[in-house]
């Protein structure tokens, strides 16, 4: 489902992914760590076209992405990206924020956006919410809405960036659950996140990066049981 191969991205003079390489497949679920400034967003949005790699090759969902821009629309239709901030649009509804995806970019007709915005929001747990507004909803909730404003796309492959990290503790499991039966239905998932219960239970796979390179992979159990470089080590010393 995605292959990375020799990623490379540079803002200016700093080099911030140096040599990526990666293969991850259909309904895998991985999960990335490492230290804050290791560049673990940048490679999530390299995934999804947010920013283009310096030099590298990237396929995802099918589509070769290096260098070219011409189907960045297409490349994030198929890729859904949920952030730490949410980035709802404040002053639409909650139904709204949903359908507008599928209307403006699939042309899907009102009625068939607005049964398939009911339809995601009863998946993630907040059925009746469709006529809030961003701000009136916790901001467990407006996680939940940006996972069902993604899936809306009926996308391939689901990105993850910190998307506990800007909640208060006890909204992290209402989000969390989502994202596990997301993965137990075999979404293809790239998560990066701190919480290390989830990656326990439902990473396929652990990735741990420092300073743009790929230290060490495997399962969680490799990783937080048996990591091999010193680097992996200290920084799990520090989360776990
Ligand atoms: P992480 O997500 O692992 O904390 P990031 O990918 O956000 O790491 O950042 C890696 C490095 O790249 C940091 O030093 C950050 O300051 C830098 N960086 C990220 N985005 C930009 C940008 N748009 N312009 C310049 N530097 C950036
Ligand atoms: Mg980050």
Known sequence: MINVKDLYKSFGKLEVLKGISNHIDEKEVVVVIGPSGSGKSTFLRCLNGLETATSGHIEIAGMELTHSKTKLHMLQQKVG???????????????????????????????????????????????????SYPDELSGGQQQRVAIARALAMQPEVMLFDEPTSALDPEMVGE???????????????????HEMGFAREVGDRVIFMDDGMIVEEGSPQDIFSNAQEERTKSFLAKIL
Request: positive net charge; proline residues 1%.
């Open 81 to 131: 990206m949920v952030f730490q901030q949410f980035n709802l649009f404040k002053h639409l509804t909650i139904l709204e924020n949903i359908t507008i995806g599928p209307r403006k970019v699939l042309k899907r007709t009102k009625e068939e956006s607005n049964a398939l915005a009911r339809e995601l929001l009863k998946k993630v747990g907040l059925s009746g919410k469709e006529d």
């Open 175 to 193: 989000v969390l659950q989502v994202m596990k039966d997301l993965a137990r239905e075999g979404m293809t998932m790239v998560v990066v996140t």
